[in-house]
């Protein structure tokens, strides 16, 4: 079993930073693709950045609202990705889940993709 736990999120104003953070357990998380999405009110689940492994290490995808912003990053010794997020807009707000796949899914950027899912934390920029 699966089971992604966010940590990290808060209220920061507009150009700021915060770093989000995901603990997962499993013995194979190294193979585990990991992806972020986010949720704002009334609005779909959307993609944020992804990051899997490779015959060469680990490739990682972004959304192009956050590319050159935010960057996704994976600790394997700890179970762990991160979501370092910079020049943060308003736009920026919203609830940010953690998800996860035991193997590469066909389609990274879907969120029907992915089989388990964090409880969300909540990052909110102000103006």
């Known amino acids: 079993q699966v089971q992604p736990v966010e940590s990290g999120g808060g209220l920061v104003q507009a150009g700021g930073s915060l770093r989000l953070s995901c603990a997962a357990s499993?013995?194979?998380?190294?193979?585990?693709?990991m992806a972020w999405f986010r949720q704002a009110p009334g609005k779909e689940r959307e993609f944020v950045a992804a990051i899997i492994l490779t015959w060469s290490g680990g490739s990682t995808y972004y959304a192009d609202s956050v590319k050159g912003r935010f960057t996704i990053s994976r600790d394997n010794a700890k179970n762990m990705v991160h979501l370092q997020m910079n020049s943060l807009k308003p736009e920026d707000s919203a609830v940010y889940y953690c998800?996860?796949?035991?193997?590469?899914?066909?389609?990274?950027?879907?969120?029907?993709?992915?089989?388990?899912w964090g409880q969300g934390t909540q990052v909110t920029v102000s103006s």
């Open positions: 499993g013995r194979t998380f190294s193979t585990y693709t």
């Open positions: 998800a996860a796949r035991t193997d590469r899914p066909a389609e990274l950027t879907s969120r029907h993709a992915y089989n388990y």
